[in-house]
């Protein structure tokens, strides 16, 4: 079994840590000015700027 990538808003969020949000089909689609979150394991994901948009975990880069 695998883990999900990608929420849609309302789902719960699995893990601590920034989201943003990516175009539908892949997270390679560019989309001026997306919106960003932090949230906490639990939290519900929020409302997208737009219906075709979904929520995926940020990067982490290492310093």
Do not use: C, Q
């Not at 001026?32 to 994901?45: E, Q, Y």
């Amino acid at each position: 079994m695998g883990e999900w990538t990608e929420f849609n808003a309302g789902d719960h969020v699995p893990n601590d840590g920034e989201y943003m949000e990516i175009g539908e089909n892949s997270f390679h689609m560019g989309i001026n000015n997306p919106k960003t979150v932090t949230l906490k394991k639990g939290d519900t994901f929020p409302e997208n700027s737009n219906h075709n948009r979904k929520w995926h975990r940020k990067k982490i880069t290492l310093k």
